[in-house]
């Protein structure tokens, strides 16, 4: 009788989780930068406060950071992203894989063909801190189109980078990396988002 | 005329040796490296002696890892949750953890932990230092510094940049007179008098990217500077007496056990072991 007993809790327990995982949407997430345990430590810890959210797992040396959220929420993917980079990792791609099956991704731009005719290759100063300054800076311009390669420093503070200047110029670049907050001797950040950055990442400004 | 000449030059560079002689007078004592020890698959950031074991914290793998002074692994406990700065008496180990925002004492050889009951509530404590009675504790989101001094628990600090204030404390330790601070992204030491009170400022001026985990000796302060890659020492008094950079990529706690300074490199999976030449 006990073994009956047990075997339908059993039962009514697993169907109960694969009810609950089944209305569940799940997110992985490829984030760079980890470098400093405080941030990553204390970014995913806040993650773990938003209502509803389950299953938070970030593995600090892959970079990949997943979780379970309510599927009746329809958290879309863009609003993963910002909320992500709201919460200070950079995210280099995103996968969602929706209760109902479908899945979602994002993919990054095509890099410039470095035999282009009109590429240059430029150095610029842009103010940062640590990793988590790095891979923010570098997302930054891989979202512009035109970008063949970057690379930044962080000890020289020296951003390497050749676009294609027939679709590219150095203003539009300067002016992505302060909105992604990041201060350039051409264009500074914004109050709000150098406030918004992790407290590792909070450089010191560029005089005027 | 050409002897008094002759002796004046003669005397001219003498002085001129003196001077340079004072100059480039080098520091008499300075920490060397001495050996550096593998941590292979620990990222560590709290370290702490227990009898004759070395126990590190291991934050990115939720656990503790104890090994003996050749590096051979030990011991270790599990199922923490994010543990940071430690710290080690005759009566254990105590170990923060950042993400359930609690304390748990272990006392060895039981891996049982025991929690330290706050009325206060902590948000992602970074570390804990216990002198005798006394604890202290790095509260990290709230940017304070709670203290026990045997009877009450008192809080110190509050946000911001000023003088008493904090910028995410990482790092606490209690000595006979005071209690130091590691005000990390103030880029900053700070130390206080038993009644919470402000006394100095350590180390401002020397341009730290994160100072995030400290340790205090008898005659010195050793601070970690993570971002830019090495260990400042200063004395007590603030005066910065070496600057250590050999092997060191992102150093996060220190500790001097039997006359030798141990540094471990969350990056690096490395303890660096340093002796005082005299």
């Given at each position: 009788?006990?073994?009956?007993v047990?075997?339908?809790s ?10 609950a ?20 430590y204390?970014?995913?810890k ?35 992203v ?27 731009l ?99 | ?51 004759e ?5 291991d ?44 304390i ?35 509260d ?5 510094i ?88 200063f ?19 220190a ?24």
């Amino acid at each position: 009788m006990k073994t009956i007993v047990l075997f339908f809790s059993l039962l009514v327990l697993g169907s109960t989780v694969a009810f609950a995982q089944k209305n569940m949407d799940v997110f992985e997430v490829q984030v760079d930068g980890l470098g400093c345990p405080f941030c990553a430590y204390g970014l995913e810890k806040k993650f773990k406060e938003f209502k509803g959210i389950k299953d938070v797992k970030i593995d600090i040396e892959t970079g990949d950071f997943s979780f379970q959220y309510p599927a009746e929420k329809s958290l879309s993917l863009t609003a993963v992203v910002q909320q992500v980079e709201k919460a200070g990792y950079t995210p280099m791609k995103t996968l969602i894989k929706r209760a109902n099956g479908l899945v979602e991704t994002d993919a990054p731009l095509e890099a410039v063909d470095q035999n282009v005719a009109g590429l240059v290759a430029e150095k610029m100063f842009v103010a940062g801190n640590c990793e988590m300054c790095e891979a923010r800076i570098l997302k930054a311009t891989s979202r512009l189109q035109g970008v063949s390669e970057a690379a930044w420093d962080s000890k020289t503070k020296i951003l390497d980078i050749s676009f294609d200047a027939n679709v590219l110029d150095r203003q539009s670049i300067s002016k992505a990396i302060a909105a992604a907050g990041h201060d350039t001797k051409d264009h500074k950040a914004s109050g709000d988002t150098y406030d918004g950055l992790p407290m590792c990442c909070k450089y010191e400004r560029i005089e005027e | 005329m050409r002897q008094k000449i002759y002796k004046y030059s003669l005397f001219l560079v003498a002085l001129v040796g003196l001077v340079s002689c004072e100059r480039k007078a080098p520091p008499t004592q300075q920490w060397v490296l001495e050996k550096t020890i593998e941590l292979p698959g620990v990222n560590p950031i709290g370290i702490g002696v227990f009898e004759e074991q070395f126990w590190l914290s291991d934050g990115d793998h939720n656990r503790l890892v104890a090994l003996d002074a050749t590096g051979l692994f030990t011991d270790s406990i599990t199922g923490l949750d994010r543990p940071m700065h430690i710290d080690a008496t005759a009566a254990g180990l105590w170990v923060p953890q950042y993400g359930s925002d609690t304390i748990a004492q272990f006392k060895l050889p039981s891996k049982s932990p025991l929690p330290l009951i706050l009325k206060d509530s902590l948000d992602a404590p970074a570390s804990i230092s216990v002198f005798e009675q006394e604890r202290a504790i790095a509260d990290f989101y709230n940017h304070r510094i709670l203290y026990f001094n045997g009877k009450d628990w008192i809080s110190i600090g509050s946000e911001g940049k000023e003088a008493g204030q904090f910028y995410y404390p990482t790092d606490v330790q209690v000595t006979p007179q005071y209690i130091w601070v590691a005000d990390a992204y103030n880029n900053r030491i700070q130390l206080f008098d038993k009644q919470g009170d402000f006394v100095r400022i350590i180390g401002a001026d020397q341009k730290m990217n994160a100072a995030t985990g400290l340790f205090i000796s008898e005659n010195q302060v050793f601070v970690t500077d993570f971002e830019n890659h090495r260990l400042l020492v200063f004395f007590k008094d603030g005066q910065l007496a070496q600057v250590i950079e050999a092997g060191l990529e992102k150093p996060i706690d220190a500790i001097i056990h039997e006359e030798k300074l141990y540094v471990i490199d969350y990056k690096k999976q490395q303890m660096n072991r340093y002796y005082f030449d005299n």
